[in-house]
């Protein structure tokens, strides 16, 4: 039966070389981008996730910071930013803030903070070492994972040094890893079309790609759901690939799903639950050679990343905190599940879960605290 409903797929060809191990390439990307059959994209995702990673299914106790909205770059695509000359919509934290958003979660023993923010020019250079500080002292042993290429451009270029001593002063200062935030879209359409006036995608590549070589891992991620088209998709991906057989400094790939309420596309459809498990399938079958595929529930809701689970992602990102980026800044930040909420959800889904820190190292059982 199953043998049938590949071969009705017109996914045969493609489901023998995943069976075999045997890298896809760009023409059959498209096709299982096309194909009418979710299902069977499904199960030949989720055939590639339990080879490498088996029942398990990764969560993390994390905190989310946005150490300020205030950004020059104006992405049609974002809710979040506001404009330098916007005082009563912006805000920028001072490092005392940032430590005391982190101390307020103390009893919650959080083994990941994720801390990203706008492109706010009037900040200086050591300001982004301070906050990185700031965090370190209160959780000293927390994985910090901190700051998307974007951001990484501009504190090179207010300190007015290289990007590699710029990166090598941020993991002093406490970096663990950089998240895949900024990428978007690798395509120049759409480049010009939506963020003109942020770094493209042969910068986000050499930025990562810097990184990697210093030893600094990073997330990667892909925006989808507004003016993109299934070929730029397939190229972004495969220049992902490209990127982790040369460096082997991708952690995890994020598929991202575009919500459109408060930006400039609000009059575009927003993804569907069968959009945001495309994404995660395609991405899981084109990318062998990323041990990650992440769900990321937020944006693409509990449910629909406990059906992910079986269509080729093996993360759920994790218990949060609170979460600004696309979510209503005012009357709806607070976004958390708790540890047992996570553990019940994933096993409810058939799946084993297992802590982790930023890096994929599990975290041993601890005793239960608030969360």
């Known amino acids: 039966m199953l043998a049938r409903a590949i071969e009705r797929a017109g996914l045969a060809a493609i489901a023998a070389k995943v069976a075999a191990g045997e890298r896809l390439d760009r023409r059959e990307g498209i096709r299982l981008y096309e194909s009418p059959d979710l299902n069977v994209v499904g199960h030949l995702a989720n055939q590639v996730r339990e080879r490498l990673n088996g029942n398990r299914a990764w969560w993390v106790r994390n905190q989310h910071i946005n150490y300020t909205n205030i950004c020059n770059k104006g992405c049609l695509f974002c809710s979040f930013y506001a404009l330098p000359k916007d005082a009563a919509k912006g805000y920028t934290m001072t490092p005392e803030q940032v430590a005391e958003k982190v101390r307020a979660y103390l009893p919650i023993p959080i083994s990941e903070v994720h801390m990203v923010g706008g492109v706010n020019p009037k900040l200086p250079y050591d300001y982004y070492l301070d906050l990185l ?16 290429m974007v951001e990484v451009e501009q504190i090179a270029r207010v300190g007015k040094v290289s990007l590699e001593e710029c990166l090598r002063d941020l993991q002093a200062a406490g970096l663990d890893i950089l998240p895949g935030g900024g990428a978007e879209v690798f395509s120049e359409r759409v480049h010009e079309e939506l963020f003109w006036a942020k770094g493209d995608s042969v910068k986000w590549i050499d930025i990562a790609r810097t990184a990697h070589r210093l030893g600094i891992k990073s997330n990667a991620t892909l925006l989808y759901g507004h003016v993109e088209q299934t070929a730029e998709k397939v190229d972004h991906l495969l220049r992902l690939r490209e990127l982790q057989d040369d460096t082997g400094g991708l952690n995890s790939f994020i598929p991202l799903s575009f919500h459109p309420e408060r930006t400039q596309l609000e009059h575009l459809p927003a993804p569907t639950g069968i959009d945001d498990l495309r994404e995660v399938s395609v991405a899981r079958l084109l990318l062998d050679n990323v041990q990650h595929i992440k769900s990321f529930w937020i944006m693409n809701t509990i449910q629909v990343t406990q059906a992910a689970l079986w269509y080729g992602a093996d993360d759920t990102d994790g218990t949060i905190q609170e979460y600004e980026i696309t979510r209503d800044p005012v009357h709806d930040r607070r976004q958390v599940l708790t540890n047992a909420d996570l553990c ?28």
């Open 133 to 148: 500080r700031a965090i370190r002292a209160v959780r000293p042993q927390a994985t910090i994972k901190a700051y998307t």
């Open 344 to 371: 019940r959800l994933i096993r409810e889904a058939g799946r084993e879960p297992v802590e982790r820190d930023a890096l994929y190292r599990p975290v041993a059982p601890a005793a239960e605290a608030a969360g």
